[in-house]
């Protein structure tokens, strides 16, 4: 990564280093892999009460958009509350919600392109071949990247205080950060050793993206993505949404939209609507991904209750039943894409009401895989 290795070499990397000494005084911290690693989950005591999906999404207040399909016939397709409350605009399949982390399911198959592209080999190249300067470069994979099996300390925390603080950091200002954070304590663990969701491994997955392309990140999703599968609805999210096409975000009833945009660059920057993610989860369970291909990115044999990382995209196993999914949480919203090929289901759920608590998220995803989408033994 030629053109990031210049700039953290350049007069903004002591300032940079400033900052990140001032900020990580503040928050010294390790992601927590209670939700996202591989853990068991015991949160099934509020499914009991309900008799299906409809009943769930009202029960626990979600707010947005659903679509569940199963064997092609709709079990819910429908908005729920309002996209805007001071205007009365309803939910729409066409409008516009910022989708949080399940842009990452996007840059993952950007690097996929790449690979069919031969712009890389394959996803065993470690980083010190694109950055002969990157920190432990040497030990870790794209592939490492990509499951979040790197080690690589989240910046998400460090550059939200800096942001908070007057700094002003672009996607390689953020790289520059990262580099510091592994200087000053290390990775987190050694690559391969374990698993640990880092919102750095996708913003380097992205600049690597925009380094090899020789585009940048979001013309090159655009080009390879979205106008292949006539997603127009799709597109890089700004600080501030335009409220005439996107729903209003809110968090606790209060109004809560903004975001620093440069702060989640191929990590969570993209808007979207129910449409264009229900088009793109069709494909990828269908044939973006040649068979070979979902094999290296869907993590495979996953104990039942279990949960698992493969390459941008998640595996829940229970029982017969496995679900390929990704969620997103950001400012005023939450989302989740995923699909069940055992019943060639999708799931496509888009929310303008933050849910910091995932309660929502975990229990709609309970309750399918143990009553609308469970496989006979």
Known sequence: MNSVNQKHKNNNYKSLTKIVNQTMLLVLFTITTLLLSCSNDDDNALINTHSNIEDVLTNVGFNGY???????????????????????MPQSYDLNYRIGSVTKT????????????????????TLNEFDDEFPNGNQITIAHLLSHQSGIPDYQFVVEDAHEQGANLDEEDIYDVIIEMIAQNGLNFAPGASKEYSNSNFLIAALLIQNLSQMSYHDYIEQNIFIPLSMTDTHKGSNSINTAAHA???????VNSTYPMSIAFGVGDVSSSPRDMETWTHAVKDNWFTDAEKNEIFAQNVPSGFLDFGLGWFTTQEENTTMYWHGGDINGYWSMIGFVPEHDAIIVLLSNHQDDTGTQRSTIIQQLLTHELKSSI
Request: proline content about 0%; charged content about 15%; aromatic content about 6%.
């Open 106 to 125: 996007l840059t993952a198959a950007a690097i996929m392109q790449l690979k069919r592209d031969g712009l890389i080999n394959n996803l065993n190249q």
């Open 248 to 254: 209003q975000g809110y968090n606790y009833g209060n």
């Open 66 to 88: 659903a679509i569940v399909t199963k064997n092609g016939n709709d079990l819910v397709r429908q908005g729920f509350g309002l996209a805007n409350v001071s205007t009365d």
